[in-house]
């Protein structure tokens, strides 16, 4: 994948020449915003590292983007079909300041984005005293990182008995779940398979304050209409999920069009 830590490198060396790889030309920060010698010098570092004894596909590490410039794939063609085998790796010249997508020195390699966040970081550590709306809180993150729906569904509902507010409950415990989970993907502690499962975990409890949010927007007539919807290609919707529930909560009509939306389908 496009984000393969630590690398397809370290896969390599990891499974031995059994099993043929597939990756991980980085399709953002190389395909689409690097120069064809960039391009290039990649497929090269991958060839040497990863597809010297072959058993590689060399290939973007995730979908590639309809704005990807076409000289771009181009050279990710050409570079390919000049390299030959046996291949002499020296040919392929200095690749010493090249590294592949997973390696700390990757151009598409960026600082966590909680990097700074006091609630991420709190939410890390151990009270040794809750009020009881910061237990539910406590609760309702761990159940999150626990991927325990159950435990989820049981702490919303004991926050509701509290008194706390759906808005509260949704945006201080299970939200905030979800974004520690997300810095420790991004460091690298995680895997995507992990961000699914609390993904699930987050959706399998949301029926029950979804309601109550929607109902917190007001009777005073809407503030505004909002069209939402993931575009072509992407069917990832909790992100999506969470900002129509706020701007509901905040009185705004909104219109979801749901996943996979083709661009002629927003102004229609």
């Keep these: 994948n496009g984000d393969m830590y630590p690398g397809m490198d370290h896969a390599k060396r990891a499974i ?21 010698t960039d391009v290039a010098n990649e ?36 570079t390919c079909a000049s390299i030959k085998y046996p291949m002499d790796v ?3 010249g200095d690749l010493s300041n090249v590294y592949l997508a997973g390696h700390p020195k ?23 005293e809750l009020t009881p709306h910061e237990e539910v809180n406590e609760k309702l993150v761990e159940a999150i990182m626990e991927y325990d729906g159950d435990k989820a569904i049981e702490w919303v509902k004991i ?10 409950i949704v945006f201080d415990g299970l939200s905030l779940g979800m974004k520690v989970v997300g810095d420790l993907y991004e460091r690298n502690e995680r895997f995507v398979t992990d ?6 975990t987050m959706d399998k409890a949301m029926p029950i ?22 575009v072509r290609g992407n069917t990832q919707d909790i992100g999506k999920n969470l900002v129509c529930l706020m701007l509901k909560a905040n009185g705004f009509k909104v219109i979801d069009l749901g996943k996979n939306v083709k661009p002629e389908q927003f102004i229609e």
């Design 43 to 78: 497929v090269k570092k991958l060839a040497a590292e990863v597809g010297y004894n072959g058993g590689l596909i060399v290939m973007p590490g995730c979908d590639i983007d309809w704005t990807i410039p076409d000289e771009n794939l181009k050279a990710m063609i050409d």
């Design 209 to 230: 304050p979804t309601p109550l949010l929607e109902q917190a927007g007001g009777d005073g007539g809407p503030t505004g209409t909002v069209v939402v919807g993931l």
């Design 195 to 200: 961000m699914l499962k609390a993904a699930k």
């Design 90 to 92: 020296q040919a392929l």
């Design 159 to 168: 926050g509701l008995e509290r008194g706390m507010t759906a808005q509260n």
């Design 106 to 128: 990757h151009p598409g390699k960026r600082a966590p984005s909680t990097a700074g966040d006091v609630d991420v970081a709190e939410a890390k550590t151990h009270h040794k």
């Design 16 to 36: 031995g020449g059994q099993i043929s790889l597939m990756g991980t030309l980085s399709p953002f920060s190389t395909l689409m915003h690097g120069s064809t």
